[in-house]
């Protein structure tokens, strides 16, 4: 995707230095365009853990590559040990999204497979760009499968057809097309008229920066909206449907997504809309039932809420928005019902949320 007209992955290896992973520091968005370096498993858990990298798959494919960083900080002949620990150390860097842990369980099943190759390292480092390979190839799918429903609102409607989301499921979440935008992107390109609502996303905004940012720079009509407003511009018919992204789905179609989430799905419900969630397969939990009961749920720093972060025409900066001795309470994620979600745009199709529909989609899962 494009930033100021140049096409830019979310995550690559630095030409000419195989032992250097370069990311776009999304801290900086939308006001400064800046690449960050990555040497070890410690700036790995840095870049995950401080939202220099954020979105489900991005921080799958980042840790990825951090596994990879790790192989290279090896000195014994058997890596196990360390190759474990530092596995273990990386998925603690953030609970929610359940691809964090695929990946890296990915990553580690198959450096011990091939742990006795001469060319163990070269094959590693194609491992974690086949799964970055995969998180593209998944957008591209899950957009032309939602594709499809944006044309039906759109031959029903004969209008600009008006879609709300929210935080950033776009191209810096999950590379390239991004998950609940790709269908977007795909309907922009193909000259249907949409419309986007963007939540800002508080506490850290990544609607209001990121989203409209995307948007923006690929040409996409879009309002940002304080989080508030869907409920109202819903009741109103200004919105045509509901399309979010997702940090973890569980296997009975329960989905965790930014906080907030689950408020856009009742007032959605309530109003008739149609409620979408997108997700690539590496976002289902496979093993999880009940979401509201069992998806860990991040707790963020009170700084995130009691400040608010903007740009000084220099650099980043946060002020004081709460009294200073008022506490806070900073929920990173919520779980939506299965019951709320009108279905779940995956790369292979459109399924309903519940358990037998995905895992008709995805047979290799049933038990
Ligand atoms: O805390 P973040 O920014 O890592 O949260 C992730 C998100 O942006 C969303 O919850 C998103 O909608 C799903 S991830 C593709």
Not at 93 to 117: G, W
Not at 159 to 180: E, K, Q, S
């Amino acid at each position: 995707m494009r930033i100021g007209g140049r096409h830019y992955h979310t995550i690559w290896i630095k030409e000419n230095d195989a032992a250097i992973v370069q990311v776009i520091d999304q801290r900086k968005l939308p006001f400064a365009f800046e690449v960050m370096n990555i040497r070890t498993v410690e700036e790995t858990f840095f870049a995950i853990r401080e939202m220099v990298v954020r979105g489900a798959p991005l921080i799958g494919v980042t840790a990825a590559y951090g596994m990879y960083l790790a192989l290279l900080e090896c000195n014994e002949r058997d890596p196990e040990q360390h190759l474990l620990e530092k596995a273990t150390y990386l998925k603690s860097s953030r609970p929610t999204a359940v691809n964090l842990a695929f990946a890296v369980d990915e990553m580690v099943d198959f450096i011990l497979q091939h742990k006795t190759e001469a060319d163990l390292v070269e094959k590693t480092l194609e491992k974690a760009q086949q799964l970055k390979q995969a998180e593209i190839d998944f957008g591209d799918k899950i957009g032309e499968a939602g594709l499809e429903i944006i044309e039906k609102i759109f031959a029903e409607k004969q209008g600009t057809v008006n879609i709300l989301t929210h935080c950033n499921a776009g191209w810096l979440a999950c590379i390239d097309w991004g998950t609940a935008t790709a269908p977007i992107y795909k309907a922009h390109l193909k000259g249907i008229p949409v419309h986007v609502w963007v939540d800002e996303t508080r506490p850290r905004n990544q609607g209001a920066r990121l989203t409209a940012f995307e948007l923006g720079e690929e040409d996409v009509p879009h309002t940002v909206i304080p989080d508030n407003t869907g409920g109202h511009l819903m009741q109103h018919g200004m919105v045509d449907m509901v399309i979010v992204g997702s940090d973890r789905t569980t296997v009975s179609g329960d989905v965790a997504n930014k906080i907030g989430t689950y408020l856009k799905a009742l007032a959605a419900n309530d109003n008739g809309v149609p409620f979408y969630a997108a997700l690539p397969s590496s976002t289902f939990d496979w093993e999880m039932e009940d979401g509201v009961k069992e998806i860990p749920i991040e707790q963020r720093a009170a700084e995130e809420v009691a400040e608010i972060e903007g740009w000084n025409g220099q650099a980043v900066q946060s002020v004081r928005l709460i009294p200073e001795k008022s506490p806070v309470a900073n929920y990173g994620f919520d779980v939506t019902p299965a019951r709320l979600v009108s279905g779940l745009i995956t790369e292979r199709g459109v399924c309903e949320a519940n358990k037998q529909s995905i895992l008709n989609l995805f047979p290799k899962y049933k038990k």
